[in-house]
Each structure stands twice: as structure tokens, then as C-alpha cells.
């Protein structure tokens, strides 16, 4: 909850005039407990999950019924039932509910802790952007080695089995895993901002991107990297990494992917080739001398 009455005390304090994004966060929050305002993670938390998805979930199913092509999925051979995507969705939201949720309200002291802060000023968008550049950074070298460890027999058949059964992941299924493995994986997303204390609104940011900006970034894995380990399966011991590629290329776990890769572009090459020595013979455009 602000400590300021009135719009010119919040404004007093900060020692000049508010931004429309201030006044806005003044409006909203002023009397709201810091508590109820961390609480808002869980609902937005569901809501992204799912809208995000949604239309090309609905586009997946819509051609699968006119049995037309799917050119945007990386796997488009496989094609998901409505019951999977049904089975996924109440699958990850149960666990977000009942699981998460909880976690995350209990976990409020520990982000008061670390300095969480709900007042003014609001970041500027320089200082968001390095705060979240950041936490991409801990969150993926931190994830990569719980990855692995997943990936040992124990923990691989008793938790992360379940984010394997689908070997052609679709937007659902991102989340879609054992309650104890989304939990864990939530230490790598809180120890960014445990070490880069931030705004409530970054947590929100953070926690909760209904967009994919990564794709932006140099070293970026991307969806399809992550394609490759699924599809290799659960004895994968490639592509760990959630969202750079540095650590699987410093610890040698994507030679199976750049060996997968590299055999795609020499078949494509081949075949761009075989193309061309038919053009040249009168076959490639499908006429003959």
C-alpha cells in the first residue's frame, strides 16, 4: 500500500510530477496491501496460460479437422486430438492452482526480503530491461544444470517423465510437468530478482511474459531447440538449456543437435542439387527435350 493520501504527497516525495504509467500505478494501487498486489501473480499467472496458446492451439485443431497442412508447427506430421490438448490444459492449470498458487502466497515474506518494492518511482524501461536481461541469464545457467539432473534416472522416472510425454510439444504443454518439477524451477525464476531486487510490476513482467521477446536476444535457443529435445526423447542429453545455447555449447551437451542440423542442410543441399542436375537435363520443370 503507497503511503501517500493524495496525488500531490506521492508526488512531494518523489520530487517531481508522476508519469501517466505513475499516476496510473497510484490510481491502482494506493490502497491495495503489498500482499494483495503479490497476489495478483496467480490469476495472471492462469490468465497468460490460457490466452497464450490459444490461437494457434485453435488453428492446430482447425485445420487437423479440414486435414490441411500445418506449416507453423516445427513436427508437422504429428498432429494433437482435442482430448490432449484438454488433457494438457486441466492437467498444468490443476497444478497451477494447486500447487503454485499456494507457494506463491506463502513465498510474500521472502520477496519483502529481497526488497520487492511496490512504491514510487516506477523503473524506468532501461532499468526493467537490464533487471530482466539479468534474470534470462541466472534463470537459464541455474536451469541448466536442474535440467540435467532431471535428466538422471531417478529424477527423470519419478518427475520428468511427464514433461516428456509429449514428443511434439505444442504452446500448452510448455508448462505441462510434474508439480514437484514446476516448483523446483521456480528457484531459478525467484533467484534473478533475489539477486537484482526490482518492482513489483518487473516480478509481474517477469513472471509472466504473454509475449516472446527471447527471440531477440544473441545466443537464443528458440522453440525449435527445444523441439529437438523433446523429440530425441527421454533419454535426450542434448539441448538442456531454456533459453540461451552457451552453456550447452561450453559443456558439450548440443553436439547431437549441431550433428542433427548439419545432416538437415547436407540433405537439403543434396536435394537442392539433385533439383538442379534435373533442370539441366529438362526434367526439373517437369518437360522433356
Given at each position: 500500500m503507497l503511503p501517500y493520501a493524495t496525488a500531490a504527497e506521492a508526488e512531494a516525495a518523489v520530487g517531481r510530477g508522476m508519469t501517466w504509467a505513475e499516476a496510473a500505478w497510484f490510481r491502482y494501487s494506493a490502497s491495495i496491501p503489498d500482499y494483495c498486489l503479490y497476489c495478483h501473480n496467480v490469476p495472471i499467472l492462469l490468465l497468460v496460460y490460457t490466452l497464450?496458446?490459444?490461437p494457434l492451439a485453435l488453428l492446430e485443431l482447425r485445420r487437423r479437422r479440414r486435414h490441411?497442412?500445418?506449416?507453423?508447427?516445427?513436427?508437422?506430421?504429428?498432429?494433437?486430438?482435442?482430448?490432449?490438448?484438454?488433457?494438457?490444459?486441466?492437467?498444468t492449470a490443476r497444478v497451477l492452482l494447486l500447487a503454485v498458487g499456494p507457494v506463491q502466497l506463502a513465498s510474500y515474506p521472502a520477496v519483502r526480503a529481497v526488497g520487492i518494492r511496490t512504491g514510487l518511482p516506477l523503473p524506468s524501461a532501461g532499468e526493467t530491461a537490464a533487471q530482466v536481461a539479468v534474470y534470462l541469464l541466472v534463470e537459464d545457467y541455474l536451469g541448466y544444470w536442474i535440467h540435467r539432473l532431471l535428466h538422471t534416472p531417478w529424477a527423470y522416472h519419478h518427475i520428468h517423465r511427464v514433461h516428456h510425454e509429449?514428443?511434439?510439444?505444442?504452446?500448452?504443454a510448455a508448462p505441462y510437468a510434474h508439480w514437484a518439477e514446476i516448483l523446483i524451477l521456480g528457484f531459478p525464476a525467484f533467484a534473478g530478482p533475489a539477486i537484482v531486487?526490482?518492482?513489483?510490476?518487473?516480478?509481474?513482467l517477469w513472471f509472466k511474459l504473454p509475449f516472446d521477446p527471447t527471440k531477440y536476444i544473441p545466443l537464443y535457443g528458440g522453440v525449435e531447440y527445444h523441439d529437438y529435445h523433446h523429440f530425441v526423447g527421454g533419454h535426450s542429453q542434448s539441448n538442456f538449456s531454456s533459453v540461451f545455447t552457451f552453456c550447452d555449447y561450453i559443456?558439450?551437451?548440443?553436439?547431437?543437435?549441431?550433428?542433427?542440423k548439419a545432416s538437415l542442410s547436407k540433405l537439403k543441399e543434396m536435394a537442392g542439387n539433385h533439383v538442379e542436375k534435373g533442370d539441366e537435363n529438362g526434367f526439373g520443370n517437369g518437360k522433356q527435350d
Amino acid at each position: 500500500m503507497l503511503p501517500y493520501a493524495t496525488a500531490a504527497e506521492a508526488e512531494a516525495a518523489v520530487g517531481r510530477g508522476m508519469t501517466w504509467a505513475e499516476a496510473a500505478w497510484f490510481r491502482y494501487s494506493a490502497s491495495i496491501p503489498d500482499y494483495c498486489l503479490y497476489c495478483h501473480n496467480v490469476p495472471i499467472l492462469l490468465l497468460v496460460y490460457t490466452l497464450a496458446p490459444l490461437p494457434l492451439a485453435l488453428l492446430e485443431l482447425r485445420r487437423r479437422r479440414r486435414h490441411l497442412p500445418l506449416p507453423h508447427k516445427l513436427q508437422p506430421g504429428v498432429r494433437h486430438p482435442p482430448a490432449a490438448f484438454l488433457r494438457c490444459y486441466a492437467a498444468t492449470a490443476r497444478v497451477l492452482l494447486l500447487a503454485v498458487g499456494p507457494v506463491q502466497l506463502a513465498s510474500y515474506p521472502a520477496v519483502r526480503a529481497v526488497g520487492i518494492r511496490t512504491g514510487l518511482p516506477l523503473p524506468s524501461a532501461g532499468e526493467t530491461a537490464a533487471q530482466v536481461a539479468v534474470y534470462l541469464l541466472v534463470e537459464d545457467y541455474l536451469g541448466y544444470w536442474i535440467h540435467r539432473l532431471l535428466h538422471t534416472p531417478w529424477a527423470y522416472h519419478h518427475i520428468h517423465r511427464v514433461h516428456h510425454e509429449f514428443t511434439a510439444p505444442m504452446g500448452y504443454a510448455a508448462p505441462y510437468a510434474h508439480w514437484a518439477e514446476i516448483l523446483i524451477l521456480g528457484f531459478p525464476a525467484f533467484a534473478g530478482p533475489a539477486i537484482v531486487p526490482c518492482h513489483m510490476t518487473t516480478i509481474w513482467l517477469w513472471f509472466k511474459l504473454p509475449f516472446d521477446p527471447t527471440k531477440y536476444i544473441p545466443l537464443y535457443g528458440g522453440v525449435e531447440y527445444h523441439d529437438y529435445h523433446h523429440f530425441v526423447g527421454g533419454h535426450s542429453q542434448s539441448n538442456f538449456s531454456s533459453v540461451f545455447t552457451f552453456c550447452d555449447y561450453i559443456y558439450g551437451t548440443d553436439r547431437g543437435y549441431r550433428y542433427h542440423k548439419a545432416s538437415l542442410s547436407k540433405l537439403k543441399e543434396m536435394a537442392g542439387n539433385h533439383v538442379e542436375k534435373g533442370d539441366e537435363n529438362g526434367f526439373g520443370n517437369g518437360k522433356q527435350d
